[in-house]
């Protein structure tokens, strides 16, 4: 029966199957049969007996010039016997076919290559937010007190507060125009000033010879020229309304260099009047005017009168008022009833019919001399509140004192506005005020009068020339 089915069940004698034939194959120690590269078993060389031919291989198709040198060498008919592997930790290099190249069949007796454990997915870490520009923390340097950086401030604008609109910058040919505007305006202000002044012949025909410095005389007289009634009632000046004699006579020396010399001549001094005699030296503006009294100072203290200014009671207090009074500082109390004053010691502020009031009255133990003080006194406050910045840089205070006191002055001709700003820009920088020293009282033929003290009056005259 074996041997029927032997012979009935035919062999193929060169099959390639190890179990066929056994001894034609290569085996391993575990007796297993050793595979090429190609999966299959390797044939034993036989010596004496007929050669098989070798399998038909796969010519190998045209590279492409980006292959690998490997492909281009040509394969081995044998190939030496690779040393056994487990199949456990059997491992073939994943090797990427080329589209040329022919995959091999899926052969199910071939040891598969175990697969590579995953690696363990890692956490991915939640994504940073950085924080904005505003939000960031700075660091400070170290630096000295003077050189300390300190972290920008946010722009944001608090709740609550109100942000103001932001003025346009002016352009830089703004800045020329207002100045030529202002400067225009000044300009048109003094001539405008200067056209209303009042001019009068006031040196005389044959002065005295030129001495060194400026002289102004300066006069205030008891004029109630231009005065209404209701003016008079208002200042207390009474009686008749024309011209009259003057309540202030002043001598202002302005040197060369250094300080002004303010000199008060008492109106009631007993001098030699040209044309008239001795009479007092208030007589001379009565008689002869402007012209008669600079002739009259001359004669008396050989200093020539280079300027004239002369105002009146009611242009006194209007200037007074213009500048938003004057602040004067009496010595004592004064009550005249006759010159509406009633004043206590100290330092006040007086307005115009106060200080008019302040500057005539007799109501003193000196009488005349007291007078001469508080005139000086009173020109002094009143340059100074003039030039100051409350009275310069206040409209509503600078044109009425420009277009009241330009109408109130009377001046000598030839002189201007711009002479009466410099003696006032000298009157304002502080003075050396002085009387004429007086030797004695005397009751004359036109009253009670003053006579000089020649010696030292001629002193005083002398530093002045």
């Given at each position: 029966?074996?041997?029927?089915?032997?012979?009935?069940?035919?062999?193929?004698?060169?099959?390639?199957?190890?179990?066929?034939?056994?001894?034609?194959?290569l085996v391993g120690k575990d007796g297993k049969p050793l595979i090429d590269r190609?999966?299959?078993?390797?044939?034993?060389?036989?010596?004496?007996?007929?050669?098989?031919?070798a399998p038909q291989r796969p010519q190998p198709q045209p590279q492409s010039p980006h292959a690998s040198r490997r492909d281009d060498r040509p394969v081995r008919e044998t190939l030496r016997p690779r040393q056994p592997l487990q199949r456990e930790t059997y491992y073939e290099p994943r090797r990427t076919p080329s589209p040329?190249?022919?995959?091999?069949?899926?052969?199910?007796?071939?040891?598969?290559?175990?697969?590579?454990?995953?690696?363990?997915?890692?956490?991915?870490?939640?994504?940073?937010?950085?924080p904005s520009r505003e939000d960031r923390w700075e660091p400070q340097l170290e630096l000295s007190p003077q050189r300390r950086i300190h972290p920008a401030q946010p722009a944001t604008q608090p709740r609550g507060q109100r942000q103001l609109p932001k003025l346009p910058r002016p352009r830089a040919g703004c800045i020329p125009t207002l100045l030529s505007l202002l400067l225009v305006l000044v300009i048109a202000g003094t001539l405008l000033a200067d056209a209303r002044l009042t001019r009068v012949d006031a040196f005389p025909d044959a002065p005295v010879a030129n001495t060194a410095g400026t002289n102004w005389l300066i006069v205030g007289s008891d004029s109630r020229e231009g005065l209404s009634e209701k003016d008079v009632e208002r200042l207390g000046t009474g009686g008749d309304i024309g011209t009259g004699r003057t309540d202030t006579i002043m001598l202002m020396h302005i040197p060369n260099g250094g300080k002004a010399t303010l000199?008060?001549?008492?109106?009631?001094?007993?001098?030699?009047?040209?044309g008239y005699g001795m009479d007092k030296i208030n007589a001379a503006f009565a008689f002869g005017g402007p012209k008669l009294l600079a002739e009259t100072v001359e004669n008396s203290t050989n200093l020539r009168i280079d300027h004239y200014a002369e105002i009146g009671m009611g242009g006194l207090a209007g200037i007074t008022d213009a500048v938003g009074g004057v602040e004067l500082c009496p010595a004592e109390a004064i009550d005249d009833p006759l010159a509406q004053l009633n004043v206590q010691p100290g330092c006040q502020k007086m307005d115009g019919p106060t200080a008019l009031g302040y500057v005539r009255t007799r109501a003193t133990a000196m009488g005349d001399l007291d007078r001469v003080q508080r005139q000086r006194e009173f020109v002094g406050a009143l340059m100074k509140r003039a030039l100051s910045?409350?009275?310069?840089?206040?409209?509503?205070?600078?044109?009425?004192l420009v277009l009241r006191?330009?109408?109130?002055?009377?001046?000598?001709?030839?002189?201007h506005v711009w002479h009466l700003a410099r003696m006032a820009l000298a009157l304002r920088g502080?003075?050396?005020t002085e009387t004429v020293p007086i030797g004695s009282f005397i009751d004359a033929d036109v009253g009670s009068v003053l006579v000089w003290d020649d010696?030292?009056?001629?002193q005083l005259f002398a530093r002045l020339r």
């Open positions: 029966m074996l041997a029927f089915k032997m012979n009935a069940m035919p062999t193929t004698p060169h099959s390639n199957d190890p179990r066929d034939n056994p001894g034609e194959f190609y999966g299959r078993p390797i044939q034993k060389r036989s010596a004496s007996g007929p050669q098989r031919p040329e190249r022919r995959v091999t069949p899926h052969d199910p007796d071939r040891p598969q290559r175990p697969q590579r454990p995953q690696r363990p997915q890692q956490q991915q870490r939640p994504r940073q937010v950085l000199v008060s001549i008492p109106r009631d001094s007993y001098v030699e009047i040209p910045p409350a009275v310069l840089l206040n409209p509503f205070r600078l044109i009425p006191g330009s109408s109130m002055f009377i001046v000598g001709e030839g002189d502080g003075t050396n010696v030292a009056a001629e």
